[in-house]
């Protein structure tokens, strides 16, 4: 069970590592090419961590190191047990490297107790320890004891090991020359586990996998997820109701408490932080480490990498360049974003897919061999100027499918346009004159907006990303406004603004906007991976989408209920898109109020902590959106 268990998460999560490269069970190059040597490395506060180490069996020669540190294991464990894929791509491992792979502090073979996303402690004493101060306590060991070390280091990681890359960038060790931070978390209140305060129930299956209590080295799972009586994730959330009947699903036997005793009782420590924190209060804001990203030496080069359909780390990559870019004016930082989803880009696959939607092909080997080997070798191994020959931001344009370079993100030539949500339920530049309309609807909590037509159950949510949104487009309860046929291309480059003027009869409620290209009804039909009730002809797809949680519409900190009734500013930021809607399409934007069970359902009446809300909380309301709502768009010209 605990093997099947290690393989799940592997399954989902190790894109963090060239095992998530399609690899070949029976590859022998790692086990022919290098050698293996664990280690256990001694923290300034005593705790020691495990740590891999994958040496070139030439030793003729010195060779940077390439560093990834990861709660996901670094296994496989025993020094005759070698990975078949290691560094952060093919090419990087047989040009030879010197590849570490580390447990992080209370992960699996490390010492220590985890705690999820540990807080950055600023001017620390001398015996204390966060991640910033284990990660310069193992390159320093690491430059010091690895034998034909050139006294280069570099970090990667993508998602949680993409957190821990742009933590190593922190008060860096002088020997770090490159960091890749990849899809990487930048802060749990708007990565991940929550969206603009809005909790991701889609990720329900994935708390344990860091809320589960462990204090000693284990090379086996401790935890285990949790077992859903149901195939359908929709039914299942729904006929449980409220968030704090999922409690029965955080409780452990531990100490011969059963769990029957109490249902109200909750063991998972990351579940218990999710519902006492509810608001973006001190324990939230002190795991973020976009604060800290003003202590990024200049010695240090980076390139952020994302994809543009990453359902659980858009927010990271994006922030994590631009307060770089912001704080470190001298500092080489360099942004890749592409048309992938979470980690796709590491990929050894020709055909690029997300979803249904296909991009082209050979898009994430092109990524490998032109873009991140060269800034390694670069950095690590050339000269480490800052004439790399890469551009500073290399950028992929989703509508048009194809790569664009620039010398800034956004571009340079980028102007804001608002655009009105009209009476006609039209999409304009101009507001359809001085009448103020109102377009109502009713947020029915028995029935609401899906997510996705699938009828499925995930571990974290993915394709919806670039799903047909034509189901949401014809609910009553989904507000949709539309441009005429575009005449010209209309390209989007840059961030969105949804400026909202909303009311609700009700004291609570949440947002939902969506960016959608709508494709003409003539497109052939060439996708043979299309799900067979779908047609690429008038294919709705979805470019963007973002939620908020009406109460935090002002602060984050500091939530307060809607007055019923009462017109109110809601203004809603959408991540970066880099998109262009062609010529002969259109560009739709949808408004609704549910998004079940992507985010859990806003009981509509107001209350201190919804995850402590009863059913009696729970109402159906009416919600208006008034025609002066415009959405500010970031406009290539």
Not at 88 to 107: A, S, T
Not at 322 to 351: C, M, Q, S
Request: glycine fraction near 6%.
């Amino acid at each position: 069970m605990k093997k099947f268990i290690l393989l799940t998460v592997l399954s989902f999560f190790l894109y963090t590592s060239c095992n998530s490269l399609e690899e070949n069970k029976q590859d022998t190059y790692v086990a022919d090419n290098y050698t293996k040597q664990e280690v256990t490395i001694a923290m300034r506060d005593g705790t020691r961590l495990h740590t891999t180490i994958y040496s070139p069996k030439d030793t003729s020669k010195e060779y940077p190191i390439l560093m990834q540190r990861t709660p996901y294991s670094s296994a496989p464990y025993g020094a005759e047990k070698m990975k078949t894929k290691i560094g952060p791509n093919i090419h990087l491992m047989k040009e030879g490297n010197i590849v570490v792979y580390q447990d992080v502090r209370g992960r699996w073979m490390s010492e220590g107790v985890y705690d999820n996303m540990r807080a950055y402690i600023p001017n620390k004493t001398a015996k204390q320890a966060d991640e910033v101060s284990d990660t310069y306590d193992t390159i320093d060991w690491l430059v010091n004891n690895v034998k034909n070390n050139n006294g280069n280091v570099g970090t990667w990681g993508i998602s949680y090991p993409g957190h821990y890359a742009t933590v190593s960038v922190i008060e860096a060790h002088p020997a770090l020359k490159a960091a890749s931070p990849q899809a990487c978390i930048g802060d749990f209140f708007f990565d991940d586990f929550h969206h603009n305060g809005a909790f991701l129930l889609s990720y329900f299956r994935a708390i344990s996998l860091f809320g589960t209590y462990k204090d000693t080295p284990t090379d086996s799972a401790w935890y285990s997820f949790p077992k859903m009586e149901s195939k359908d994730q929709y039914q299942f959330f729904l006929d449980k109701g409220p968030l704090k009947n999922l409690n029965e699903y955080f409780q452990y036997e531990k100490l011969d408490v059963k769990t029957a005793e109490n249902k109200d009782r909750v063991d998972d420590y990351f579940w218990k932080e999710i519902i006492e924190h509810p608001n973006y209060d001190s324990v939230w804001q002190s795991k973020g480490i976009i604060q800290h990203l003003d202590k990024v030496p200049s010695s240090v080069a980076t390139m952020i990498v994302g994809g543009w359909f990453d359902a659980e780390d858009l927010y990271g990559p994006l922030e994590t360049y631009k307060a770089i870019e912001k704080n470190g004016k001298d500092n080489y930082n360099t942004l890749v974003f592409g048309p992938w989803d979470h980690g796709k880009w590491a990929r050894a696959g020709v055909e690029n897919y997300v979803g249904n939607y296909y991009f082209g092909d050979s898009i994430s080997l092109k990524f490998q061999s032109e873009i991140e080997t060269k800034f390694f070798n670069h950095f690590l191994k050339g000269n480490g100027d800052k004439n790399s020959g890469l551009p500073e931001a290399y950028v992929f344009d989703s509508g048009k499918k194809e790569w664009k370079s620039y010398d800034a993100w956004p571009p340079e030539n980028v102007v804001k346009e608002n655009w009105f949500l009209n009476r006609d339920q039209g999409l304009a530049q101009q507001h359809d004159g001085k009448l103020t309309r109102e377009i109502k609807f009713t947020s029915d909590l028995k029935h609401p907006v899906p997510y996705s037509e699938d009828i499925k159950t995930v571990f974290t949510p993915r394709k919806y990303m670039t799903d047909d949104q034509r189901f949401a487009a014809r609910r009553p309860d989904v507000l949709v406004f539309e441009t005429e046929v575009l005449t010209d291309d209309f390209t989007l480059a840059g961030d969105i603004l949804a400026k909202l003027k909303v009311a609700t009869t009700g004291s609570s409620a949440d947002w939902i906007v969506k960016v959608i290209d709508v494709h003409p009804d003539n497109l052939e039909e060439t996708n043979d991976k299309l799900q067979d009730h779908l047609k690429m002809s008038n294919y709705h797809l979805m470019v963007r989408s973002e939620v908020l949680r009406g109460r935090f519409r002002n602060s984050f900190e500091h939530p307060e209920p809607f007055i019923p009734n009462k017109k109110t500013d809601v203004n809603i930021k959408l991540q970066d898109v880099f998109h262009t809607f062609k010529k002969g399409h259109k560009m739709q934007i949808q408004v609704q109020s549910t998004w079940f069970p992507l985010i859990d359902l806003n009981p509509q009446t107001y209350v201190e902590n919804i995850y402590k809300a009863d059913e009696k909380d729970f109402k159906n309301q009416t919600h208006t959106v008034f025609t002066d709502s415009s959405i500010e768009f970031s406009v290539l010209k």
